[in-house]
């Protein structure tokens, strides 16, 4: 199994800047996919940013150029670095992993973005 504890969820001004990370219980270069989700109120979970091993990152159109997706192998942490921060991009952030045909998710992080 594979366990995922999120954090970095805060309130932050329009334009500001966040981290998330997302701290997983194996060593995360043995883990083929792993991404970032979002839910905000009254809709449904998307996909946001996707990191497969052998290939580029995949983002979300809404978040191209502004979100980046990274491992560290070391720390065994997924994060996701998000600037330009919208009121849109308020959410509840989830952290999953894709492991020997097993999907993982975490607890969730909130993220609001507001004035």
């Known amino acids: 199994q594979v366990q995922l504890v999120e954090s970095g969820g805060a309130l932050v001004q329009p334009g500001g800047s966040l981290r998330l990370s997302c701290a997983v219980s194996r060593a995360i270069f043995s883990i083929y996919s792993m991404g970032w989700y979002r839910q905000a109120p009254g809709k449904q979970r998307e996909l946001v940013a996707l990191?497969?091993?052998?290939?580029?990152?995949d983002y979300a159109e809404s978040v191209k150029g502004r979100f980046t997706i990274s491992r560290d192998s070391v720390k065994n942490t997924l994060y996701l670095d998000m600037n330009s921060l919208e009121s849109d991009d308020t959410a509840v952030y989830y952290c999953s992993a894709l492991w020997r045909g097993h999907a993982y998710w975490g607890q969730g992080t909130q993220v609001t973005v507001s004035s």
């Open positions: 990191d497969t091993v052998g290939s580029d990152a």
